[in-house]
């Protein structure tokens, strides 16, 4: 079982539309999440960041930690065209070694 | 600041060629990986060093090696390539503390025949 799944799509939603990209875990150690963007041929670039459970809001993005079902999830809103990407998960318990999924693509249509 | 580069941009290697991918930074970032993207099987972690002089391996080490003599320099090397090496490798720095804060570099595409 791969420590972190993620669903790779492909999701393709109408610009103006709310996103919703999801992982889940197995590791009940992993403390930081993270969520990076990856547009083709380019390397990951971080989103957002947040430590145990909860929310955090930036801008556009919402990222959600649920450490009890062990899933973690990333919201965008008001999507647009320049959003399309692949949307990477990550996490680590302690900042040492890090487990990605596999990415979710995205695009916006306009 | 140039950030995180890497060197080559694109290398074709022939089985049981070795060669080094460098990655070099310029922010003082004592955390710096490898990985690898593979379709399907999403980033990988191959080593990584919380500073110089220390290194340890990741997920998938077998068949890298990996040195840091300098805060700014992490090559990784590949001994014998192998085709089942054949990725996209990425390399990626932060200050140890920030537990995530990742840069990335742009790549190297490595095909092994």
């Known amino acids: 079982q791969k420590e972190v799944e993620q669903d790779p799509g492909p999701l393709s939603v109408p610009e103006g539309a709310i996103v919703s990209l999801n992982c889940t875990y197995s590791n009940s150690a992993f403390q930081y999440f993270m969520w990076y963007r990856q547009y083709s041929r380019k390397g990951p670039e971080l989103l957002m960041y947040?430590?145990?459970?909860g929310n955090k809001e930036d801008g556009r993005f919402t990222a959600q930690v649920d450490k009890s079902s062990k899933y973690i999830s990333l919201f965008i809103r008001d999507s647009q065209p320049s959003d399309s990407a692949t949307y990477l998960c990550a996490m680590t318990p302690t900042g040492n070694q890090f487990y990605f999924g596999t990415g979710t693509s995205l695009t916006v249509i306009p | 600041n140039a950030g995180v580069t890497q060197t080559p941009k694109f290398q074709v290697l022939k089985t049981g060629q070795s060669m080094t991918l460098q990655c070099a930074q310029d922010m003082n970032h004592e955390y710096m990986s490898w990985y690898r993207q593979d379709p399907g099987m999403g980033l990988r972690l191959i080593h990584y060093?919380?500073?110089?002089?220390?290194?340890d391996q990741g997920e998938v080490p077998n068949g890298y090696n990996v040195s840091r003599s300098t805060t700014e320099d992490f090559p990784l090397r590949l001994l014998s390539a192998a085709p089942s090496q054949t990725s996209v490798y990425f390399c990626?720095?932060?200050?140890?503390?920030?537990?995530?804060?990742?840069?990335f570099g742009p790549g190297t595409r490595l095909l092994v025949l």
């Open positions: 990626a720095s932060s200050y140890y503390g920030t537990r995530g804060t990742q840069y």
């Open positions: 947040t430590y145990s459970s």
């Open positions: 060093s919380v500073g110089a002089g220390i290194t």
